[in-house]
């Protein structure tokens, strides 16, 4: 088994609160793994700690062999680059073309060269579906190619895995579909995913597993047709009865 992330034993609070318990999991090179579960449960703030954009109360996180939860800031930065991150709000710089908005961070942080970060860019709106888009303003675009231009751009920094967190959801319905498939073209390419979705058909169709979140705990992970047919726990029971 070849891993990428492992976690053990993380937990995170806020304040009093514990928003994760004891959560404990690996991710395999190339899988894709779908996260659901109840608003609340912790979903977003499991994602965020497993690149440490959200530092955790205790427990490890081990990416690429390397220990996270150990590291300076500077060494931080370094392996985060290799986890790219797509969010809700697509946030893309207003100010900047759609290209400059996919070339910044190759040239910035990786200093590549305005020609090779070019044709990377080109390469990956392509990808997305948006290379007749590329000198367009962000603010042009509807809501769905902003958000697969998002993808683009985490794309350029050259990931070894991608998370994204509700990608979908702050999209007009007529949007959400564009946007999934371009996910479903990227974990078709091999690429290791963690997303978290409210996208049932997609969690089941494109996951290799699911994992199933709720109060904290994780509570079930298994393969889609497991968790979606035979959830074992009744939370996972109750909330698939009010959603599917
Ligand atoms: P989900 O993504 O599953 O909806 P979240 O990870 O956003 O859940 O939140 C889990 C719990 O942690 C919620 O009760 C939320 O209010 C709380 N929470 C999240 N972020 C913070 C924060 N920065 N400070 C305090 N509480 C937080
Ligand atoms: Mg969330």
Redesign the pocket.
Known sequence: MNKIIEVKHLKKN??D?E?LKDINAVIEKGKVITVI??????????LRCLNLLEKPTSGQVIFEGTELTDLKEEELDQLRQKMGMVFQSFNLFPNMSVIENVKLAPMKVKGMSDQEAGDLAHELLAKVGLDDFADHSPASLSGGQQQRVAIARALAMQPDMMLFDEPTSALDPEMVGEVLKTMQDLAQTGMTMVV?THEMGFARKVADEVWF?ADGYLLEQGSPDQVFDHPQSDRAKDFLAKIL
């Open positions: 806020y304040g609160k928003v579960g109840p608003s609340g449960s912790g979903k977003s703030t499991f978290v979140m």
